[in-house]
């Protein structure tokens, strides 16, 4: 594809090219993030003003808008400057006042000249009792009456760019707007009545009354069906792509993962052995793998991913699993030594931290082949990392990782295959968005005989309960974690609450038997205050926010989050997941201060209801936002203007299948519906999806 099809010029030129826009307003548009005419077409109004005509402001109730026809009456100017001229006008029913300020008295002469009849539209405010327009937004002849819409639609602003303007340029657009080849599934159109797309833009900003602003419209469904369309195009062209690419055949023998299993003191779940399955039919098939492996903390996904690491180590082959954090990475090795040992296999640790000839070594094993599974952060994917022969990548991605981004990492033209980790459940509209690319496993069971955790609110003021209740769990052998606050403002003062709480602990439960770990520690000393706490020679581990995720000591059962209120969900969930791990009741005390925000208790709420990660995962979404939930900058996630993920996540699911179909059957996009799709892609700027077109 050469590139943009002219009949999109227009929409793609400046927008001082509109009529009524200079350069000045241009840049104004910036603060809106509208750069050209495309960008204003996708700008829909968010809401809309009534003026339907009406005989008498005593139709409405003030403040409200309203359009009537008046007659005149007298003027009176102001004394003082800093004074409103006042013009009185009779409606049908009554007398009311037309307000300006700073008003300039021959145009008002002009505009309103006693006797008269005007229509006057604008909003009806009283003021002393006595019902008031304060500037007008249309004030016209009878005969002019028809330009001022029923239903006038309103658009967000910004300094420099006012609802008239808005109007005019959105109405100048239009007028470019050329019907283009329907690049929708004609059934799919039929069955949602959906109008053409010419149609869907004009009628997004003539709407006749609320409910066309509704998202469940129809020109809006569809115009948002055509962003996500686009999206799950560029989804599905990078899908096609890495499937069309060769992978490497790696064939399990089973002997390896016969031993694992054998050591586990436990059967895997449905839920694992299926995705199991996947996986390695995945990598016994010649195509590349591109695997999602969705799970609720604790839903055992380490034991997965090492499944997939064995399989390419039977097959004479290696694995790596890539960690986002040092101290991740270094929980991965923990839990997957004993497995790999059982196993027979050689694993190893590179991070940031290995230097010098220590490294070296490391890198001389890897490239005989010696490593047979290598665990690490980023470090294991730099340039002077070789591989004897790398059959498959675990991506341990808690939304660190972006479309583009694993895009890029394919257009690498490895051949390797690739499973990637969520940390928590995401909500299906997001995995669909920011994963459509994928195939994904989901493990949908928890192991057997896990006990709910007990969740409870306790305000601060009763943190003398929670540390008594401390002192009795650990005369029990019991272990437990104390959270400290999160202060996001600053490291500092999360490090000086936390050494604070961990001198209370210590003075209160006894020197040997309080650890602390912080982000900000010597990377040994945590090492050993971790361990400590493994072993059970500590009993309670005061932290900051390290400890979210992947730490595993099953032995520890109570969970303490100081202030609660200001984490969010997904981190109360990865934190309270924590615990819950093993034989005895759990308990996560959430401790909040008073008074909690409508938010704040909101989601506290939630945890106490549910420890089901989906539904969490859901509701924070809603709470939040997609955007937010994210972190937009670094997700890849893109930024739709008309569809919503919160609450058209059913359309985005239509979306994909639509998208994976048309590169079945048309793997070019050669057809006539192929050839109108790569324009879609064009309007909705997909250069992702363009680029991998034009290289074929
Ligand atoms: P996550 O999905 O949060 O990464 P992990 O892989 O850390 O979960 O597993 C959580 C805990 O559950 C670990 O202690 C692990 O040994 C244990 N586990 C994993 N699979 C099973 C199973 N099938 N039965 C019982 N326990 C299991
Ligand atoms: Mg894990």
Not at 20 to 34: C, M, N, P, S
Not at 297 to 317: Q, R, Y
Not at 507 to 529: F, I, K, S, W, Y
Not at 568 to 585: D, K, M, S, Y
Request: charged share 25%; proline share 5%.
């Amino acid at each position: 594809m050469s590139g943009r099809p002219e009949i999109l010029f227009p929409l793609f030129a400046g927008l001082e090219t509109l009529g009524g826009v200079g350069e000045k307003t241009a840049k104004a548009f910036a603060a809106l993030d509208i750069a050209t005419p495309r960008d204003l077409l996708f700008s829909l109004p968010y809401s809309g003003i009534d003026r339907r005509f009406r005989a008498s402001v005593q139709e409405v109730v003030p403040p409200a808008t309203v359009t009537v026809e008046v007659e005149v009456g007298r003027h009176m100017a102001p004394r003082t400057k800093s004074a409103p001229y006042r013009v009185e006008v009779r409606d049908a029913l009554t007398t009311f006042q037309l307000v300006f300020f700073h008003a300039n008295g021959p145009w008002l002469d002009k505009q309103l000249p006693t006797g008269q009849r005007r229509v006057v539209s604008g909003r009806v405010e009283l003021f002393d009792g006595i019902a008031q327009m304060v500037h007008p937004d249309y004030i016209l002849r009878p005969g002019q009456a028809d330009q001022i819409p029923e239903f006038e639609p309103v658009y967000h602003l910004t300094a420099g760019i006012t609802q008239k303007l808005m109007l005019r340029a959105v109405g100048e657009v239009l007028t470019r707007v050329t019907p283009l080849v329907e690049w929708i599934d004609p059934a799919l159109k039929e069955r949602e009545r959906w109008p053409d797309w010419q149609d869907a833009v004009s009628a997004a900003h003539a709407p006749e009354g609320p409910d066309d602003l509704s998202p469940q419209a129809p020109a809006r469904r569809r115009l948002a069906y055509d962003e996500f369309f686009a999206h799950q195009l560029t989804l599905a062209l990078a899908r096609a792509r890495v499937r069309r690419g060769k992978g490497r055949v790696s064939q399990g023998t089973g002997a390896v993962q016969e031993r694992v299993l054998a050591a586990l003191p436990y059967a895997l779940t449905g839920a694992q052995t299926r995705a199991i399955a996947e996986i390695a039919a995945d990598m016994a098939a010649g195509l590349r793998m591109n695997r999602l492996l969705q799970g609720d903390v604790g839903s055992g996904k380490t034991l997965v991913a090492f499944m997939a690491l064995v399989i390419a180590v039977e097959a004479g082959g290696q694995g790596v699993m890539m960690a986002p954090t040092e101290i991740l990475a270094r929980q991965h090795m923990a839990s997957l030594k004993p497995l790999a040992e059982a196993g027979g296999v050689v694993v190893e640790l590179l991070t940031g931290r290995d230097k010098g000839a220590e490294r070296q070594a490391k890198l001389a094993a890897l490239a005989r082949g010696d490593i047979q599974v290598l665990v690490g952060t980023h470090a294991v994917f730099q340039d002077d990392v070789i591989y004897h022969d790398l059959r498959v990548a675990v991506v341990d991605e808690q939304h660190r990782f972006g479309v583009g981004e694993r895009m890029r990492l394919g257009a690498k033209g490895t051949v390797t295959d690739v499973l990637v980790m969520t940390a928590t459940p995401i909500p299906r509209s997001l995995a669909l968005a920011q994963y459509g690319d994928m195939d994904v496993s989901v493990l949908d069971e928890k192991p057997p005989g896990r006990k709910p955790i007990k969740t409870a609110t306790v305000s601060d003021a009763r943190i003398g309960e929670v540390i008594d209740h401390l002192r009795r769990a650990i005369a029990e052998g019991r272990q437990a974690y104390w959270v400290c606050p999160l202060v996001e403002e600053s490291e500092v003062l999360e490090l000086t609450a936390a050494e604070e709480r961990f001198k209370h602990l210590r003075a209160a439960l006894g020197e040997g038997n309080v650890g602390l770990v912080h982000g900000q520690m010597p990377p040994g000393e945590r090492d050993t205050a971790m361990a400590a706490f493994q072993a059970g020679e500590t009993k309670v581990l005061v932290a900051t926010t390290v400890i979210e995720v992947g730490v595993d000591v099953p032995n520890a059962s109570i969970m303490v989050i100081e202030r609660a209120e200001h984490f969010g969900l997904a981190q109360l969930h990865q934190l309270r997941g924590r615990v819950g791990r093993g034989e005895a009741q759990s308990t996560c005390l959430l401790v909040y201060q008073t008074p909690l925000t409508e938010g704040g208790e909101r989601r506290l709420r939630i945890l106490r209801e549910t420890e089901d990660g989906f539904r969490i995962a859901e509701e924070d979404l809603a709470m939040r936002g997609a955007g937010d939930l994210i972190g937009t900058a670094q997700s890849g996630l893109p930024r739709f203007m008309v569809g919503d993920l919160e609450t058209q996540a059913a359309l985005m699911a239509v979306a994909q299948t639509d998208a994976r179909n048309l590169l079945r059957e048309d793997p070019d996009l050669s057809s006539a519906r192929g050839e109108a799709a790569r324009v879609l892609l064009w309007l909705m700027r997909q250069d992702e999806a363009i680029r991998l077109i034009s290289v074929g």
